[in-house]
């Protein structure tokens, strides 16, 4: 026998009214070339959920693989495209949400590690898997899908989710400078086929160079040069796989005028040729 009492908490977990707008779920097991291209939302909150499979998504900028059990959010106005591994197809649900508010944050934005829109499910893997299954069955296969139910699975995966997070959000004492070390980044991913530099970041920002290299390391867990390097090589991953470009054009679109320091450097970050590469996501092998 075990039994444990709790305090009520100080503060209760409140994400406002959040409802589920539309659920769509992806098997690709028959279309191994799946994609979805680059598009936003507007006003809404974005969840997916991979079952099994993998694939890769790129948001926000960056390029990220995917692999089941990982949850992926797409915060509104947040570009982001996904493809389907063609020799481990992909099987995801995607959760449209609207209402929801999380503490201070916008309308329907979800507070997630600033480094990557991907949670890890970890040990609530098998719970994700059965709460998810759950709700796809409820508006699948019920003539009259019980709405409240389906709501009440919805914030249960929210707080899930949120609980997953919570460790690895910034610190509140420490928000200014992580705001101002946000609009680096953004700066950073606007502007980094150009000719940009720590240097030239600082000067632009009013910063010593010292204080913006320790605090922008601090914030994003990457040097300038590291991040600016992710940017492009993320932006030649995603052309690579969603566009027709050839790979001469990409290099220049990624800020290269060189194109075997593009071919070198491709390599060496992503471990092959983008030619081998394109074919890898774009072509549907044996074994």
Do not use: W
């Given at each position: 026998m075990y039994s444990?009492?709790?305090?009520?908490?100080?503060?209760?977990?409140?994400?406002?009214?959040?409802y589920l707008r539309t659920i769509n779920y992806i098997r690709t097991e028959h279309n191994s070339d799946w994609s979805f291209?680059?598009?936003?939302h507007e006003d809404s909150l974005e969840i997916s959920y991979v079952l099994r499979g993998k694939g890769a998504v790129y948001c926000d900028g960056r390029f990220f693989t995917l692999t089941e059990g990982d949850i992926v959010i797409k915060n509104p106005m947040i570009s982001h495209a996904e493809s389907s591994d063609a020799a481990d197809p992909i099987e995801q649900v995607c959760l449209c949400i609207d209402g929801l508010k999380v503490d201070d944050n916008f309308n329907n934005v979800f507070p997630i590690d600033s480094l990557s829109p991907i949670v890890k499910s970890g040990e609530k893997k098998s719970l994700l898997d059965a709460l998810f299954r759950d709700m796809l069955m409820q508006t699948v296969n019920i003539n009259t899908p019980d709405i409240k139910y389906?709501?009440?699975?919805?914030?249960?995966?929210?707080?899930?989710?949120?609980?997953?997070?919570?460790?690895?959000?910034?610190?509140?004492?420490?928000?200014?400078?992580?705001?101002?070390?946000?609009?680096?980044?953004?700066?950073?991913?606007k502007h980094?086929?150009?000719?940009?530099?720590l240097e030239k970041i600082a000067e632009n920002?009013?910063?010593?160079?010292?204080?913006?290299a320790r605090q922008f390391k601090k914030y994003t867990g990457f040097t300038m040069n590291t991040y600016i390097l992710s940017c492009k090589i993320g932006e030649a991953q995603r052309r690579l796989i969603f566009?027709?470009?050839?790979i001469t054009e990409i290099a220049e679109k990624c800020g290269y005028t060189n194109l075997s320091y593009f071919y070198v450097t491709f390599r060496k970050k992503v471990g092959c040729t983008p030619k081998a590469y394109k074919i890898m996501y774009t072509q549907n092998h044996n074994g």
């Open positions: 444990r009492n709790y305090e009520k908490p100080e503060i209760e977990i409140s994400f406002g009214h959040p291209h680059v598009h936003s389906i709501n009440a699975l919805l914030k249960i995966i929210l707080t899930i989710i949120y609980q997953q997070t919570k460790q690895f959000i910034t610190k509140r004492e420490n928000i200014e400078c992580g705001k101002l070390m946000h609009e680096v980044r953004m700066y950073i991913e980094y086929t150009e000719d940009i530099s920002f009013h910063l010593s160079v010292y204080y913006l566009t027709n470009d050839t």
